[in-house]
């Protein structure tokens, strides 16, 4: 039977340089930030059942779980430093554990983020990490600085992992093929660390924030925290490769409130269009203009001939649905 | 139905003065560490059923969980700045979130600790909290510094959290009153936070830790991280004072190895002990010389006579016990 000191030092703990003055070991990890840098700090819990299915591949929930963190700080242009875990588990399995920790410390790796600490306990399997990113005063990407004239921008493509979700509880079919490739989006997301620190060390983006609960609920934060609205082309929405094979009504639905995407939401002056594209370009991420920051208050969507629509959709609620 | 956003804003979200740059709200918090300043951080998970009883009072449970966070920070003598909380509830049960949210905040406000950021979502009722505080390098009270000739130090008093669990469980007999008192320390744990500042900024300890799992267990980490042994007088721990109405078999084997003390453990020279009794008095927390490092590999306890004991006793393990 493996103890609980026993599973941290053979899966977690990591025989390499550290940037911590201080890692795993102590009651405390201890951290010494870069001259003059403010510390971004993010925490998410993920449940299985609720955020992964019971039974989830180990190695891709490894990556998800550290994925989302670091969405995080890529939605502030925060440079990824540090995180803690801490970990409910049913039982010790060195398999999962041996996946989850590949998967985990893969991410990890390649975005020079370090696992600092955290705690192993026994319970239904529970994940929480905090993580921690470094940024310069003044340079953080908020949600409060949206201006009326902006355009509003997304990273990347929308709604194939809604699709995927869609294809597993047979709300509509997918061949075996697109469901894989759906579901790679699910399970995989890409942080766009690189995307929001060139938006925030260049001054290139006004307010910012990931979507992962939906385009529609999560830049209704940027509007409320604003206080602007957005009116949006629900046609210009960058549906995933796999979304974009379906009908006009599912593609309208899924891009603008799937959940899962990880993908940013970005708002900046018409006059950053060219140095925003050549950024993204030199990150290696597609970026597109879905509509503009407006004073009247609330989320409007048109369609690419400019005429409204009523989309009747709503942002993702943890105690609303099940 | 309360949402996940009103349940943050109307039970977590504080209108008061912030030290953090940003809180609450947005992707990241954002926190500018002090001049110089090392981030001491930690995170602890706490799952019903396994860390507190189901239907546990939510009050309770709130000061529980910052207060055991808070022990790590006052064992590498750091001080409070902020915590992150992610929680995972079955349902948004208002009565439980107000009770939850004043013993939280009101254990926050004593240790001027602000709640930055965090999670919320829909799970079996778990809770994790990531907390940061500040300390001069060179300053922390580490595991690894324990030195040979060392007195070994205890803060207040050991084993009345566990002797409220084997009353609970029918292990032991204990009137009313007697289990009342006694469970106050497993539900209501004191950090001591002031203590740790003052061994830390004064210099008078070399390794400390805090106790949660059982001395026997948590001793055992300075040794092995210092490569130090150590000889304890078992009369000598300072049993609670439930505890200390038992026999002697039972006040030895719950003060050596109970658990959820979340008392200090520190080391420091011989030189120091009038500078520490001295420090302790301004603190209000009594401490107790337990016994000495030595170079002996591994932990040895002695009767009050110096006579050698055999206790077998084991610290708690989450993977190996249930």
Redesign the interface.
């Known amino acids: ?5 026993d ?1 941290i030092k053979q899966y977690f703990a990591r025989a390499r340089p550290s940037r911590a ?2 890692g795993i ?9 870069g001259v003059g ?9 993920l ?1 299985e ?3 992964f299915f019971a039974g989830a591949d180990a190695c891709m929930l490894g990556h998800k779980c550290l994925a989302v963190n670091l969405s ?2 890529a ?2 242009g ?1 440079r990824p430093v540090a995180f ?6 049913p ?2 399995n060195p398999a999962w554990l041996e996946g989850f920790s590949r998967g985990l410390f893969a991410l990890a790796d390649a975005f020079d983020c370090e696992l ?9 399997l ?1 994940i ?1 990490i ?1 993580i ?2 470094e940024l310069m ?1 003044g340079q ?1 990407l ?3 600085a949206a201006k009326v004239g902006d355009d509003v921008w997304i990273s990347g493509t929308l709604g194939d992992a809604r699709l995927a979700l869609a294809g597993y509880r047979g709300e509509c079919a997918l061949d075996p093929a697109s469901l894989q490739l759906a579901s790679a989006r699910m399970h995989a997301p890409t942080p766009r660390v690189a995307l929001g620190r060139a938006l925030a060390s260049g001054a290139l983006a006004h307010a ?3 979507i992962s609960d939906g385009l529609v609920g999560d830049l209704g ?1 940027i509007l409320a ?1 604003s206080n602007v609205g957005a009116t949006l082309d629900a046609d210009a929405l960058p549906a995933g490769p796999v979304l974009a094979g379906q009908d006009r009504a599912l593609r309208r639905r899924f891009s603008a409130a799937g959940g899962d995407d990880y993908e940013l939401c970005f708002t900046a002056a018409p006059e950053q269009r060219a140095a925003i594209a050549a950024a993204a370009a030199r990150c290696g991420t597609a970026v597109t203009r879905v509509g503009i920051i407006d004073a009247g208050r609330g989320l409007r969507f048109v369609d690419a001939a400019g005429a409204p629509l009523n989309l009747q959709l709503a942002g993702f ?4 649905s ?1």
Chains 1, 2 share one sequence.
């Open positions: 039977m493996l103890s609980e000191f599973l003055t201080l070991g102590d009651d405390c990890a201890l951290l010494t930030p840098a403010q510390m971004a700090i993010s925490s998410d819990m449940v059942g609720r955020h995080d700080l939605a502030m925060a803690t875990l801490a970990l409910a588990l039982e010790a600092i600490g955290g705690d192993t306990t026994k319970g239904p529970t929480c905090t921690f990113g005063p953080a908020r949600r409060d910012a924030l990931d934060h925290a609620d943890h105690f609303a099940d």
